[in-house]
Structures are given as C-alpha cells and as structure tokens.
C-alpha cells in the first residue's frame, strides 16, 4: 500500500509558477513509476506528466511541455511538478499517482492522492 499526499497547490496569475510535491508513505516509492493528472470541471482526467522509478525516463503531456517538469527525490519519498508560466486552462485539480510500470497514459493507476486545487486567472 502506498499513501500519497499532495501539496502545493493555489491561486496565481496567468504566467505565474507553482511548485506541486507529492509526499509517498508506504510500501517502496523508489519502485514505483509516478506521475501527476489533472481534472478540469466536467473533463477527464488527463496525464500531465510520469516519471519512471529511476528518474531517468519522464513523459510530458503536449500541452505543458516546455512549461511543466516532473522530477523525483526518491530520498525523500517525493515527486514534484514545477509548473511555470501557467495559464488560465491549466485550472484543475491535480492528482498525484503511483504504479508499478511506467508508460501509461490512461488513469489506471494503483495509487491515488486526494488531489489539490490549482487556479490560474487571466
């Protein structure tokens, strides 16, 4: 069992950053794939970005490449997202997810945090 919970979420201005972490308790993080999805108010929930256990192989979602990066601290049982020049369609909740194989893209994963809010106003 793993226990996730996320923090770091909240309000900023279009072209704004935050910094999302996702604390792990539990059985192994370090050989866990993680990742972070979002879900906008009456949308799916969609992958932003995974991590492999290493760290050495990361996925971003087109429509944050160049502006989000996943990155881990398997020390520290913790993955982050360093989200920059945010935008107003970024608003939604995200989701921090944990999984035994890392690749995909759909939310299946094994592991679950309770979300935190991120709003962006123009």
């Known amino acids: 069992q793993v226990h996730l919970v996320e923090s770091g979420g909240g309000s900023v201005q279009a072209g704004g950053s935050l910094r999302l972490s996702c604390a792990a308790s539990?059985?192994?993080?370090?050989?866990?794939?993680m990742a972070w999805f979002r879900q906008a108010p009456e949308k799916e929930r969609e992958l932003v970005a995974a991590?492999?256990?290493?760290?050495?192989?990361?996925y971003h979602a087109d429509s944050v490449k160049g502006r989000f990066t996943i990155s881990r601290d398997n020390a520290k049982n913790t993955v982050y997202l360093q989200m920059n020049n945010l935008k107003p369609e970024d608003t939604a909740i995200y989701f921090c997810?944990?999984?035994?194989?890392?690749?995909?893209?759909?939310?299946?994963?094994?592991?679950w945090g309770q979300g935190t809010q991120v709003t962006v106003s123009s």
């Open positions: 997810a944990a999984d035994a194989s890392f690749g995909s893209t759909q939310p299946t994963y094994d592991y």
């Open positions: 539990g059985r192994a993080f370090s050989s866990y794939a």
């Open positions: 991590i492999s256990w290493s760290g050495e192989d990361t």
